[in-house]
């Protein structure tokens, strides 16, 4: 349980993310790597 007010810091290589995003996730990894690696535009030039 995370409590009002506490950030929670999980650290991922992008391999597990890549890992998880593809065989565990509901897109919350892959929105996650979009947001702090690259952009959506980015990925669909």
Wanted: charged content about 15%; glycine content about 4%; proline content about 2%.
């Amino acid at each position: 349980m995370i409590l009002p007010g506490i950030v929670a810091m999980i650290c991922l290589t992008v391999k597990d993310m890549m890992r998880y995003s593809l065989s565990l996730s509901d897109n919350n990894a892959s929105n996650v790597m979009f947001r702090e690696l690259v952009g959506v535009a980015t990925t669909d030039t």
